[in-house]
């Protein structure tokens, strides 16, 4: 069974950095893309990073690009997200997930049950 | 990346349909056959209902079918139960620095 584990979130002050960790089990962590899609409270789904299977492809959405990083560690079957000089808009939800089958169809099959982050003094 | 708009709210009564717009542009929705539509109930992760335009991934029962026109893709959802009202998300492929924009969400009621 494909299980995704987000942690890490939590309350920071603005300008502040946050690690997020994505766990991974249940498939060959390696051979899959992997991305994190936030949500803000009571607000819509905005994808945030993309990272390819060996981590040599990536790709950020304009509102993070700068200040936020996404790795992975595939020995670890482990996804992060760094994220550093937060704003209040950064307070959500964040998702990590994969997409459905490993063969391009760009649809996120599984999500993880999310991290709350929450930017705030 | 603008977000793909969605009508807020749609309804309708059990056993009846009901059918959800995305309009983007060119440049994803009518660019690209890779249209996904999501599911969310409140509190809970999005799950994937439809992919590439058209197709429901295992589990996903057929009352659920997705079509595309120019720049304007559509999920239906045909004899609508209580366990369908959610909040429903489409997103679409936006170029290669891009693989996903979602759309701005619709709250389905079964009244």
């Known amino acids: 069974e494909v299980q995704l584990v987000e942690s890490g979130g939590g309350l920071v002050q603005p300008g502040g950095s946050l690690r997020l960790s994505c766990a991974a089990s249940?498939?060959?962590?390696?051979?899959?893309?992997m991305n994190w899609v936030r949500q803000a409270p009571g607000k819509g789904l905005e994808w945030v990073s993309y990272?390819?299977?060996?981590?040599?492809?990536?790709y950020y959405a304009d509102s993070v690009k700068g200040r936020f990083t996404i790795s992975r560690d595939n020995a670890k079957n482990s996804l992060y997200l760094q994220m550093n000089s937060l704003r209040a808009e950064d307070t959500a939800v964040y998702y990590c997930?994969?997409?459905?089958?490993?063969?391009?169809?760009?649809?996120?099959?599984?999500w993880g049950q999310g991290t709350l982050v929450t930017v705030s003094s | 990346q603008s977000a793909l708009t969605q009508p807020p709210s749609a309804s309708g009564s059990p056993g009846q349909s009901v059918t959800i717009s995305c309009t983007g542009t060119?440049?994803?929705?009518?660019?690209?056959?890779?249209v996904s539509w999501y599911q969310q109930h409140p509190g809970k992760a999005p799950k994937l209902m439809i992919y590439?335009?058209?197709k429901r991934p295992s589990g996903v029962p057929d009352r659920f079918s997705g079509s595309k026109s120019g720049n304007t893709a559509s999920l239906t959802v045909s004899g609508l139960q209580a366990e369908d009202e959610a909040d429903y998300y489409c997103?679409?492929?936006?170029?290669?620095?891009?693989?996903?924009?979602f759309g701005t969400g619709t709250k389905v009621t079964v009244l």
């Open positions: 997930a994969r997409d459905l089958t490993g063969l391009g169809e760009l649809s996120l099959g599984y």
């Open positions: 249940g498939f060959t962590f390696s051979s899959y893309e």
């Open positions: 990272i390819s299977s060996s981590g040599s492809t990536i």
């Open positions: 060119s440049s994803d929705v009518g660019g690209y056959n890779y």
């Open positions: 590439e335009v058209s």
């Open positions: 997103s679409s492929y936006a170029g290669s620095n891009t693989p996903y924009v």
